[in-house]
């Protein structure tokens, strides 16, 4: 969503500079007015040209602005029944040099400061990264909701509707292969799954030993549940992540999650209180299949004897194997069709903490990890961000704005 209410104090902050590049390429600016700011949390370069207008340069996109010929006449709305409305927008005052900016004015105050001072540059990240180590195949593994199984990896997750295409923001992948596996009817526990996990990871690289099960020079990445099914397999001696091999795991549930608590709540009552309509595609349906059943709460009143040994087990084999990770602590994620009813159901479910992604919280996903190497910034190896679930699946899209909800762009500069 543009941040309409930070255009005025973004201007009002500029300062000029004498040039400002994106990545290696520089920003063109002929007029020579060139200008910083910061806008949404991102910094910009505005360029002035007088009348022809102004043009700001992000990393991630360039904007043109064109003055209009006239003034537009706002009317001011006639209220009847001696109804009154309250003033909710105040004066701003501007700087001069927002002034000029805002009004096409060929003049700016600023101009024989500039040349007093040390030139600054402003230095942006490339609109784009490149890959930092060797290139070596990726293995994508969805979360819950696969209903079907393919023997076969596949090049795009079509197959499975828990799960985005990430192949244009791979660059260090020297192919992205797709797990499509039964995740609805088997949960974390099931042996079966455990195996088949590693199964697919051994297949993407020559140098994988399959005799020994150690998955080598291999990115695996997994989304929710599937982090969990991963370390109980390593955990278990299943198979074992070896030389070159970085797993990145994303959204996972490692104490359970709430949101299978709350599920189990509503299908034991006869009588409900509310229907939670659409919001039962994502907590399960009644009866509770075993993938939503057992991925409960650790150490809560649904959790068996066997689920809280299973995830210490499991918890012990992800903090010591887990290379990247992204949690999520707020599920106000981009705006998306998921968007409603992830917030709908972070509100309804009775989370043990406010951050979450609406099914998962922070503290679940980045238990036995590094809590302080968590960073808002998507360069953070740890990402921190404002996202939902559906968000972290790589199902919607990264923001324009905010550093802290550009999930492609962290995967794509990570490796």
Known sequence: MLPFHAILPALNEMVPISSAFVGDEIVKCTSGNLFKTT??????????????????????????????????????????????????????????????LLTGSTYFPTST??????????????????????????????????????EDLQDTPKDVTRMGNINDNAPCCSEVKYAILNTLNSSWLDKSLQHKFCDRALRVSETSDKEKHVVKDTVVVTHSMAGLVLSLAIATGKCSLGKGTSWVAISTPMMGSMVSDFAHDYCDKKDHAFSPGKMLEFIGQ??????????????????????????????????KNVFAAMCSDNPNGVMSQYEAIMLFTARVVPHKSPQNDALVEFQSCAIGLDESKFGKN???????????????????HDALWDDSQKPRKWFECLL
Request: proline share 6%.
């Open 113 to 150: 400061t500039r040349q007093l001072k040390t030139a600054e540059i402003l230095k942006m990240e490339p609109s784009s990264c490149k890959c930092k180590s060797k290139p070596r195949p990726c293995v994508i593994f969805h979360g819950i909701g696969g209903t079907h199984e393919l």
């Open 286 to 319: 009644c009866p509770l299949p075993a993938s939503r059943r057992n991925i409960v709460y650790q150490n809560e009143r649904h959790a068996s004897k066997t689920i809280n040994e299973a995830y210490v087990k499991a918890q012990k084999a992800y903090a």
């Open 378 to 396: 998507y360069r953070s190896k740890f990402y921190k961000p404002s996202l939902n679930h559906a968000d972290t699946a790589f199902l919607t």
């Open 39 to 100: 806008f949404g949390g991102a910094p910009f370069a505005i360029c002035a040209a007088g009348r022809s207008g102004f043009m700001a340069f992000s990393s991630d996109f360039k904007v043109t602005v064109k003055y209009l010929e006239a003034p537009v006449q706002v009317e001011v709305p006639a209220l009847s029944n001696g109804i009154s409305c309250k003033v909710i927008a105040t004066t701003t005052s501007m700087t001069l040099t927002a002034v000029a």
